[in-house]
């Protein structure tokens, strides 16, 4: 007796009784155990009703009387989100909206429009290979109109030719496309391929000749540029990566001596976002910057190169007996060249810790201190603990928790410090309790430590928002301390101004801060006036819970 299946809305799916009609035709043929293994399959409910569910979907993709509107619904909801985010402290409908599109419900289902709307549902097959005679070479004629794109000297450097980059193979001495430049007219075309191999140029046979001679062949040329290549064994993927990192150094590649070509790099300063599109060389990685609309994609180091530039250097200056630096709180293995980021969106009730580092004497405590006071209810700071006596005037638990050395030290052992340090003498430091309590109640922990505490206060756990509070130069400094009568941090009895030396020694601690820990930080804030600063201080606190910003992508996966 011939089987025969049924569908799950009842209807006879015919493809399915076919292949068990084969099967049973064909049981002389075949082992007994894979028939009735293959017979099961194809009667079971759940195959039928994905089947089912299959054919509904390719029916919906031919009738064009219901056609998808878009492709792209999660990046139109993303954008969604960048505009709703600014809104939400002002809007309650906005916030209820932006923390809407956020479920994972909803965005599963967009999810799966798009896949179906992409037809991203069909089976990939792989391509049968073609037979070829292989003593037949194969050739490639591609045509390009020749751009503003850069053009550069060099024998022993790569040089860009329409978006993609030449050089000699050193085995064969021919010339191959070297590298293709991400949104170049070369990549656009999609028709040259690195590992190519040019044989003419505007039918200019190239055999023989160098990088050099094929950049003047390409300079005196007008118009269209006729390429002739034998192409690659094997096709690279050229699709763009999705990484994105936040640069902790400045670059400027018209001052590299080693960077391929000149024009095609890609300049940045400290704190920019770049969208890192292809990692295939170690050495030059291809970027934009976050945010700009350009085509092309520019050179800048690898992180490999980077970090050996910067041990190369340091070992430099050490060994020619220049000012070193002072690494005593450094780690030396951490050499801050990018960081992966992503943005990590807003969630209700839940803050970011504001975390203000500065130098001793900069004004970070008044500044916090100003914060928990503007709204006590949202902003608390949490008791710190000391070993010190208290002092008259102190109450214990408002300024401090007092308790012995012995046992701060054995709840340090134990781990239960955040951040803890000594100062004359005397230990401090911020149980890392007291702060997940002031989270958990749905209010916003404002911390001013030591800088040294960032490297424990930097996790996925606490997503602190860090910024660093800087002074204004000497001449300022002096005059906004002198002028507000402010007390030296310095003399415990506050009894007296800042010195000359004192403001010195604030300037070059907030540098050497910057140098060993500003990647870290989010923001900064200089602290010439005070009532500036703070206005500043509010904005960002105001932007932490509002804003989707960019964050570790560890923090947010």
Not at 142 to 151: A, F
Request: charged share 30%.
């Amino acid at each position: 007796m011939t089987a025969v299946v049924m569908a799950v809305d009842g209807s006879f799916d015919p493809v399915i009784s076919k292949l068990i009609t084969s099967l049973k035709e064909a049981e002389s043929l075949s082992e007994e155990q894979d028939l009735g293994f293959l017979q099961n399959l194809l009667q079971s409910k759940e195959l039928n009703a994905l089947v089912n569910v299959h054919s509904k979907v390719a029916k919906i993709n031919k009738d064009d009387r219901i056609a998808p509107l878009l492709s792209a619904s999660m990046q139109v909801l993303a954008e969604v989100l960048e505009l709703l985010a600014p809104r939400c402290h002002i809007s309650p409908l906005c916030r209820e909206i932006f923390h809407l599109l956020q479920k994972p419900h909803l965005q599963s289902l967009l999810l799966a429009h798009d896949a179906i709307a992409q037809k991203d549902f069909y089976p990939h097959l792989p391509e049968i290979p073609v037979e070829v005679d292989e003593d037949e070479e194969t050739i490639k004629i591609v045509q390009l109109v020749k751009s503003n794109e850069p053009l550069c000297a060099g024998a022993q450097s790569a040089e860009p030719i329409v978006g993609a980059t030449i050089k000699t193979d050193e085995e064969t001495g021919k010339i191959i496309i070297a590298r293709i430049m991400h949104g170049g007219a070369a990549d656009r075309s999609g028709l040259i391929h690195m590992g190519d191999e040019v044989i003419e140029v505007n039918n200019i046979n190239v055999e023989g000749k160098t990088p050099g001679d094929v950049l003047s062949i390409l300079q005196n040329s007008e118009g269209t540029i006729t390429f002739k290549l034998v192409p690659s064994d094997g096709k690279l993927d050229q699709r763009e990566s999705k990484v994105r990192v936040r640069a902790y150094f400045d670059y400027e590649p018209e001052n590299d001596p080693y960077i391929p070509c000149k024009e095609a790099g890609l300049g940045f300063v400290r704190g920019d976002i770049l969208h890192i599109v292809s990692q295939d060389d170690s050495y030059w990685w291809q970027a934009r910057k976050e945010g700009e609309k350009t085509t092309r994609a520019g050179l800048i180091p690898s992180r490999a190169l980077q970090e050996r530039r910067i041990l190369h250097e340091r070992t430099q200056k050490e060994t020619n007996g220049e000012t070193k630096t002072e690494n005593d709180d450094f780690d030396r293995e951490l050499i801050a060249t990018y960081e992966e980021v992503a943005k990590l969106y807003p969630r209700p009730n839940v803050y970011r810790p504001i975390v203000l580092i500065g130098a001793p004497g900069i004004g970070r405590n008044e500044l916090k201190r100003r914060l928990v006071a503007r709204d006590p209810e949202k902003y608390k700071s949490p008791v710190p603990y000391t070993t010190r006596p208290m002092r008259p005037g102190e109450v214990a638990g408002r300024e401090y928790l007092f308790v012995s050395r012995e046992k701060m030290e054995s709840e340090i052992a134990n781990g239960k410090f955040i951040e803890y340090g000594e100062y004359k003498g005397q230990l401090y430091g911020t149980s890392g309790e007291s702060v997940k309590t002031i989270v958990n109640a749905g209010c916003v922990c404002v911390l001013g430590p030591h800088y040294q505490a960032l490297k424990s206060l930097r996790t996925a756990q606490l997503k602190p928002y860090i910024v660093h509070i800087r002074p204004p130069p000497f001449d300022k400094l002096k005059q906004t301390r002198t002028k507000a009568r402010a007390r030296s941090t310095f003399d415990e009895s506050n009894s007296r101004g800042f010195t000359d030396e004192e403001f010195q020694e604030m300037i070059k601690s907030a540098e050497r801060i910057n140098f060993l820990y500003g990647h870290f930080c989010d923001d900064e804030i200089i602290n010439g006036d005070l009532t500036e600063a703070f206005e500043k201080l509010v904005t960002l606190a105001n932007k932490s819970e509002t804003e989707p910003l960019w964050a570790p992508v560890s923090w947010v996966q």
